[in-house]
């Protein structure tokens, strides 16, 4: 049995057969044109490059992913859904710590305002 490994400060994910003594570096690639999380639940409406409708249900947190043509014709992308509970867990993780972030910094620029409300360093 093949069996794969990694480490989260590596980049690369290893393949080691122990029964065929090989081990060699997963080859990596990107064909994620864009990715999205989604909001709220709701329905997407995709409209291709020839007006054709296509309407996806989408749920709160979903990662959508707008992927590269594989035609080779630029505009021939295709959207997927990943509705993964332990990824979707990731990101309301993620979306609340970078919006408390935001806030801290809010808070701590507020502090440094004089009575004017302008910024100290301002002038």
């Known amino acids: 049995?093949?069996?794969?490994?990694?480490?989260?400060?590596?980049?690369?994910?290893?393949?080691?057969?122990?029964?065929?003594?090989?081990?060699?570096?997963?080859?990596?690639?990107?064909?994620?044109?864009?990715?999205?999380?989604?909001?709220?639940?709701?329905?997407?409406?995709?409209?291709?490059?020839?007006?054709?409708?296509?309407?996806?249900e989408v749920k709160q947190y979903d990662v959508l992913l707008r992927m590269y043509s594989t035609t080779g014709d630029y505009d021939d992308k295709e959207f997927i859904v990943i509705d993964n509970p332990e990824l979707k867990d990731y990101y309301r993780r993620r979306i609340e710590r970078l919006e408390a972030d935001r806030k801290e910094r809010e808070a701590a620029m507020n502090e440094k305002c004089c009575c004017n409300c302008e910024s100290v360093g301002a002038a």
């Open 1 to 56: 049995m093949v069996k794969y490994c990694a480490k989260v400060n590596n980049a690369n994910i290893y393949k080691v057969d122990f029964e065929k003594e090989e081990f060699e570096s997963v080859s990596h690639f990107s064909s994620v044109d864009y990715s999205y999380i989604m909001p709220e639940d709701g329905i997407l409406e995709i409209t291709d490059k020839n007006g054709n409708k296509k309407t996806i």
